[in-house]
């Protein structure tokens, strides 16, 4: 029998992949970035790893808890050249969740960006698509506008916003 699950579950299973995801880049980065010594000032750049690692096990152990209320349990999880793919036990009937390895690595860099305190990427646009818009080349224009939080940016909708301050 096929696992029908609600929008709420779905973005339970993609947080979850995607927060163990980026929880093992911060761990990797932290880990080689302790092995080189050839930045004078490592220990900030650690202490922003270390701050985004937080942020991540809080928020992983908070969509642990609700994967286990909702009675989901991800027991197989495999990457291809193509997709992500968790296999899911819910009361008792077996399933299959899929999302794309282009679409899951933009998110997972947009919520480490986030997590990390940083700035949001802006899109980005070639010179021709801004001739097509009739606007001129963003080398051109000023811009004053303030940066938003990451947390309120469009395409960035993470599980839970109120841990992340």
Same mark, same amino acid.
């Given at each position: 029998?096929? $696992? ?8 339970? $299973? ?7 995801? #980026? ?24 202490? $922003? #790893? ?37 296999? #899911? ?11 794309? #390895? ?64």
């Amino acid at each position: 029998m096929a $696992v029908f699950l609600s929008e709420e579950e779905r973005s339970l $299973v993609k947080s979850y992949l995607l927060l163990v995801y #980026i929880q093992k880049k911060f761990d990797r980065d932290a880990k080689s970035l302790e092995e080189s010594n050839q930045l004078p000032s490592a220990g900030l750049y650690m202490e $922003v #790893i270390r701050s985004g690692m937080d942020r991540t096990n809080l928020l992983l152990s908070e969509v642990r808890r609700d994967l286990r209320s909702h009675n989901l349990r991800l027991y197989e999880i495999d990457q291809s050249p193509t997709h992500v793919e968790a296999q #899911i036990l819910c009361s008792g009937h077996h399933g299959t969740f899929q999302l794309g #390895i282009t679409e899951f690595h933009q998110e997972a860099n947009e919520r480490m960006r986030a997590y990390l305190g940083l700035s949001p990427v802006p899109a980005v646009h070639t010179p021709s698509s801004y001739e097509d818009q009739g606007s001129p080349h963003p080398a051109t224009v000023s811009n004053n506008t303030k940066l938003r939080e990451p947390s309120r940016y469009s395409g960035y909708r993470p599980y839970r916003t109120g841990t992340l301050g």
